[in-house]
């Protein structure tokens, strides 16, 4: 009987101690889960509402350390709203709707697809890290404007410049007979939404 009245002590303690090692497991689980969630307060509500999102396709294509400059992207690219949030219909990895400005409806794939390009775009650049300032700046103006714009780059100055950006720009408009292609400045209208103030002023200071 003795035996028995000790079993049974011992199994609300077992059980509690169960609970408490679950408690700390969660708890580190969703400490690592918002490792790179960090609010960033210079993007809207519709972008932040997108992070879970942002992360699963961050982390899917290695990049997840850029979360917030994502944001920034998104912020530029459409403020969060509407249905292609990334603007990423016209990029080579939609193969779900036409490749023309708001074709894509499903902000998801708007999102997965935009991501995996930007990846794509850091990776042609040879970005080192979100430390390589001049490799992000690149990087950032290729999404706008299209890899080709890193083989540009190649032939030319071999790094980003605001210059070049525009003689992109100019040489494309006369190719495809356009009176506007892309945004020369589409790198600091990014950096106005990214948490890092310094990769603003830099542009600034270098490129203006």
């Given amino acids: 009987m003795k035996k028995k009245k000790?079993?049974?002590?011992k199994r609300p303690f077992q059980l509690i101690l169960t609970a408490l090692l679950f408690l700390l497991a969660f708890s580190f689980f969703q400490l690592i889960k918002n490792q790179f969630k960090q609010e960033n307060p210079l993007v809207s509500t519709q972008v932040l509402n997108y992070e879970d999102l942002m992360l699963k396709y961050a982390r899917e294509n290695d990049i997840e350390e850029y979360i917030e400059l994502l944001q920034a992207m998104m912020m530029q690219e459409s403020g969060g709203q509407g249905n292609d949030p990334m603007?990423?219909?016209?990029?080579?990895?939609?193969t779900q709707f036409e490749k023309k400005p708001n074709a894509i409806n499903n902000p998801e794939y708007s999102i997965q697809v935009g991501i995996q390009y930007f990846a794509k775009c850091l990776k042609q650049a040879n970005v080192t890290s979100i430390k390589d300032e001049k490799g992000i700046f690149l990087a950032l103006q290729s999404y706008n404007y299209g890899i080709g714009y890193i083989k540009y780059v190649e032939q030319t100055d071999k790094q980003y410049t605001y210059q070049n950006a525009i003689a992109f720009s100019q040489k494309c408009k006369k190719e495809y007979n356009v009176s506007v292609y892309g945004d020369s400045k589409y790198v600091y209208h990014v950096l106005r939404y990214y948490t890092d103030t310094s990769l603003?002023?830099?542009w600034l200071e270098l490129y203006r």
Avoid: A, P
Avoid at 87 to 94: A, I, R, W, Y
């Fill in 87 to 94: 603007q990423s219909s016209e990029c080579e990895f939609n």
């Fill in 200 to 202: 603003v002023d830099d």
């Fill in 6 to 9: 000790k079993l049974r002590l």
